[in-house]
């Protein structure tokens, strides 16, 4: 399988849609937490210092300053601002309650996992573990210096996320993997932005090879490690690099459902962008995408909204006030200028994703299709007239990206990914898209302002109507963003 196959088959059409025999099976949901049982649980200390700096700040690459007293503090503060529960909804019909993220996650079906380990924080052993956000605690899955394992010599903090795509599959089928990607663009950024704004920065790893990892981080086979992201920097609290013996103590994964299906598709994606020999990227130095449009857009601004606030509070809108409101030029152009800053990340010494926007209720902008050329912070219209109803019927009918002020179709340059990196460059072009994603969630919620990722797609006719061919690029990812309407589920 190569990517182009995998991706053409996961398309959706009218046909598709028709064709599928698909059914969710309720009583085989993977459960969307993990365990590894029979290891030390650690705790983190309950309501950590808060990151004070303004989200907005964050985004445009200002780096905060949040001491913590030790090192389960600092894990305490990063994983509550990046990856832990932040609220919860109720099933009105049953009364059922489920859980919900600090990172957003299609369907909220929790793919990811977020592994790491430690060398040198103060009173915490080296170790490997895992983080259980149900209790937001430190599975102890061994001790020693695992980050040199990872090939890393000096970070006191390394992160290995990972994927376990059976629990994404378990709804959305074949396409699932697509999702999977996204997802850990999402966490990858939620981890980034939230290191950033206690004061340390973040270097991500995607060319790795993906048995020797798995094997380092002691996965079980369900889970496949995607991102490896190293943290440094002088907030970190680090003392001496205590040595000490390696014990392994593993743990045994917990069961996610009775039954596991297999699905013939992602396995052969999966296998198709492994790497099974280590070769670092070489930098092309920094990424520019040039280009010029009749609009410029005024210069972004920030608010106080303060990082913690804004990373906690983030929700994707279930739907948008449609017909009342619009967003004023100055929002949209500080809601783009969190996209233009530079990702720090082996594979992102060029940039794959380009925005397209369906404007539907902008101050001071005709509705239209515009492209946005990030170097110049320009838009190009390259559509005029309203496009409601074209966002939404393109959106596999979902009525908020007709109801948004404005909505995206994300473009990968696939195949330019893929003649540098092969197969693995699919996975980079859908990091790179959940990445800007993320970033337009936390703007959006810094300006007061609602958004939603969308992954369900017509993919084909996306690309028509924006007369793509595809050595231009296929649609990646879909967003829309706007006033939000009331979600009577939503509990804290
Ligand atoms: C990759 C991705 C794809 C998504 N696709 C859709 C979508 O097609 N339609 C939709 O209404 N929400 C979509 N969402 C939003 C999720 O349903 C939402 O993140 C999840 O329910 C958790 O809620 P939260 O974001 O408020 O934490 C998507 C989210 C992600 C990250």
């Given amino acids: 399988m190569t990517w182009l196959e995998y991706h053409e088959l996961t398309k959706h059409s009218a046909e598709s849609l028709r064709r599928t025999q698909h059914y969710l099976d309720w009583a085989n949901m993977p459960n969307p937490f993990r365990h590894y049982e029979g290891v030390r649980v650690v705790d983190l ?53 489920y859980s919900l993220r600090v990172n957003p996650s299609s369907g909220n079906l929790h793919p990811t996992e977020f592994h790491f380990c430690t060398r040198g924080l103060v009173d915490w052993s080296n170790g490997l573990y895992h983080y259980r956000p149900s209790s937001h605690m430190a599975e102890q899955r061994a001790i020693g210096d695992f980050a040199a394992t990872l090939g890393n010599d000096s970070a006191p903090l390394i992160f290995v996320l990972t994927s376990i795509a059976w629990r994404e599959a378990w709804k959305y089928g074949d396409r699932a993997y697509r999702y999977c990607l996204h997802d850990i663009g999402h966490a990858w950024q939620a981890l980034t932005l939230a290191a950033r704004s206690l004061g340390s920065e973040s270097f991500a790893i995607g060319h790795f090879a993906d048995d020797r990892v798995a094997e380092s981080c002691l996965l079980s086979a369900d889970e496949w490690p995607m991102l490896i992201v190293g943290l440094h920097g002088a907030s970190i609290p680090v003392n001496k690099l205590n040595g000490g013996e390696t014990v392994v103590f593993g743990g045994q994964p917990n069961r996610l459902s009775e039954e596991q299906k297999t699905y013939p598709l992602i396995e052969g994606i999966h296998t198709a962008t492994k790497l099974s020999t280590e070769s670092a990227i070489l930098s092309l130095g920094e990424p520019k995408v040039s280009g010029r449009g009749g609009v410029r857009l005024p210069p972004a601004f920030s608010t106080n909204q303060s990082f913690g606030v804004v990373a906690r509070t983030r929700r994707s809108a279930l739907d948008f006030k449609g017909g009342r409101g619009s967003i004023s030029l100055p929002q949209l152009a500080t809601l783009l200028s969190g996209t233009r800053q530079r990702l720090f990340a082996d594979f992102a010494t060029d940039r794959y994703v380009h925005l397209y926007l369906y404007v539907h209720r902008v101050e001071g902008l005709e509705p239209g299709v515009y492209r946005f050329w990030p170097e110049h912070a320009e838009l190009e219209r390259i559509k005029a007239g309203d496009q409601r109803l074209v966002a939404a019927a393109l959106s596999l009918g979902q009525d908020l990206a007709g109801n948004a002020c404005v909505a995206f179709s994300m473009i990968g340059d696939f195949e330019n990914a893929a003649s540098r990196y092969g197969d693995r460059g699919y996975r980079y072009v859908h990091f790179e898209a959940g990445a800007i994603g993320q970033r337009i969630y936390l703007a959006a919620e810094a300006l007061g302002l609602g958004a939603t990722g969308i992954g369900a797609f017509f993919d084909d006719e996306v690309n028509r109507y924006l007369g793509l061919s595809s050595e231009l690029g296929q649609v990646v990812y879909h967003f829309a963003i706007g006033y939000p309407v009331v979600d009577p589920r939503l509990e804290a």
């Fill in 45 to 97: 200390p309950a309501d950590p210092p808060a990151p004070q700096i303004s989200a907005l700040e964050v985004l445009e690459g200002k780096t905060g300053n949040t001491l913590a007293r030790d090192g389960a503090e600092f894990l305490s503060q990063l994983m509550f601002y990046s990856a832990s529960i932040s609220a919860s909804k109720r099933v009105p019909s049953t009364g059922a309650i």
